[in-house]
């Protein structure tokens, strides 16, 4: 079974034959990061230990996909999301810093109602953004500190 080293390799193998800022743009390590996750899972997950044979083929044939146009890029891409997709879903990964953002939206939210039925839209709003600022941080670092985070 491929590991999350031998995916790696085989990334770094090739980075040569794609453009440098296409590496980037595309995000190529994120490819490496999921493959850390999934080897991780993938001793009691079927769908991971498959993943990973998929990811080290991918990490072969990326630098044609993204040297073929649009076609060969929205492939790529429909790949790396579905390893995303399928780490988020089935073991809760989040991508880095994915709860702030969300919990300040919220944050928002709450103190606009809040607003409605006690007036003093402002300060609400203020205080539900900062309230969701800190929670948010608090749920990220938590992510981070239990490896959930890609
Ligand atoms: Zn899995």
């Known amino acids: 079974m491929p590991t999350a080293q031998s995916i790696k390799e085989e990334i770094e193998k090739h980075r040569s034959e ?22 991780h899972e993938s001793s009691e997950c079927a769908e991971c230990a498959s993943m ?7 990490a072969a044939e990326y630098p044609r996909m993204l040297n073929n146009g649009s ?4 492939e790529y891409e429909k790949r ?17 810093g994915f709860f702030q953002p969300v919990y300040m939206a919220l944050g928002l939210v709450v103190g606009l109602l809040a607003g409605l039925v ?9 205080v539900g953004l900062v309230a969701g600022y800190i929670a948010g941080a608090v749920r990220d670092r938590k992510a981070e500190k239990n490896g959930k985070t890609l």
Do not use: N, P, W
């Open 18 to 39: 794609i453009y440098k800022k296409d590496y980037t743009f595309f995000e190529v390590d994120t490819l490496y990061k999921c493959a850390v996750c999934v080897e």
């Open 52 to 58: 990973l044979d998929d990811m080290q083929a991918l």
């Open 71 to 74: 076609s060969g890029r929205s």
């Open 80 to 96: 790396l999301s579905k390893y995303l997709e399928h780490l988020r879903k089935a073991h809760g990964y989040t991508r880095k």
């Open 118 to 126: 006690i007036g003093h839209y402002t300060a609400c709003m203020g």
